[in-house]
């Protein structure tokens, strides 16, 4: 039943925006601002999540932003979730952020994944099998280190190591670009059978695209076991607290390695993240049970049966 405050508020509004049937939700639960960090694996997750996010009847709105960047629009209200927070590898960009209460963790939406140093798997053979072995490859290397974005947790690391000395990295060039310039590069040096040394993380098409090989000795900076990391889900407090019913939803959207990896293969292939993630959803719609648990539409009604007519 809608409240009093809500209907005279439903009045005012009534033109522009549809009236929530939950008392628990205003109307500016609507719009969702999704954050994108650019890289494969979020685009997946936001595709997934715009898709049923539709068929509730709300509107999500996904922004490319790097991360600083996508924190101070957090900061400012204009960011109200990002699904690609990494641990522990991305802790200390994203901690700050959590202790001055900008974003809350409100889930963990993978498991099994991993972030670390990787090279192809010809130069592993040829004896770069460590992160301290290098150094002294650094002539083959041209003393390059090929990473992601400027601010990303991982270059972060990698500006660490060198700027400390650790590993012999501190003459090294730390090239920051995006994850498509990367593997670029990647894909160049591969097919003249170059050495190169990149960030690698799964799951991602990358580790089956190319033949490669994750090097071990960097536990004390990735991780351990090659990097094993978690990713969870922040959201703007003000919006959690305000938006219970797309909180709830958040907090249920959890993948396997196995789902994004697909996906990710059939977005790198240039197949737009939404229609990867309808299709997905069509072929398996069991998914949803537990993504839609408690969930309601954005009018108050039932979620599931809603989003399960909506892909039929």
């Not at 809350?104 to 991993?114: E, M, P, V």
Request: aromatic share 8%; proline share 5%; with cysteine.
């Amino acid at each position: 039943m809608i409240s009093l405050k809500q209907a005279s508020l439903c009045v005012l509004t009534l033109i522009s925006v549809p009236c929530l049937a939950s008392a628990n939700e205003s109307v500016e639960c609507l719009k969702v601002n999704i954050g994108d960090g650019g890289w494969t694996d979020n685009q997946a997750q936001n595709g997934f999540a715009a898709v049923v996010l539709r068929k509730l009847g709300y509107k999500p709105v996904t922004t490319l932003l790097s991360i600083g960047v996508m924190m101070q629009g957090m900061k400012r209200g204009d960011v109200d979730v990002f699904m690609g927070q990494w641990s522990p590898n991305g802790d200390a960009v994203s901690q700050p952020y959590l202790d001055s209460g900008v974003m809350r963790k409100i889930s963990t939406n993978l498991t099994g994944a991993k972030y670390s140093l990787a090279v192809p798997a010809y130069t592993y053979a040829e004896g770069l099998q460590t992160v301290q072995d290098i150094a002294r490859w650094k002539d083959k290397l041209g003393g390059k280190i090929y990473a992601l974005e400027p601010g990303n947790d991982s270059n972060i690391v990698l500006e660490k190591i060198r700027q400390e000395g650790s590993l012999g990295l501190k003459d090294f060039n730390i090239v920051a670009s995006s994850e498509h310039a990367m593997l670029s590069a990647v894909d160049k040096a591969v097919k003249a059978k170059r050495p190169i040394v990149f960030i690698g993380w799964a799951p991602h098409p990358m580790n089956t695209k190319f033949n490669m090989k994750y090097l071990s000795g960097g536990d004390q900076w990735f991780g351990p076991n090659y990097g094993s990391a978690t990713v969870w889900t922040g959201m703007r407090p003000a919006y959690a607290d305000k938006c219970p019913n797309v909180t709830n939803f958040f907090q249920n959207l959890v993948f396997t390695t196995d789902l994004l990896g697909g996906a990710m293969t059939k977005i790198a292939e240039g197949t737009p993240a939404d229609q990867v993630a309808e299709a997905y959803l069509k072929a398996n719609p069991a998914v949803l049970d537990n993504w839609l648990e408690g969930v309601k539409t954005a009018s108050g009604g039932d979620g599931l049966p809603t989003v399960q007519a909506a892909l039929k």
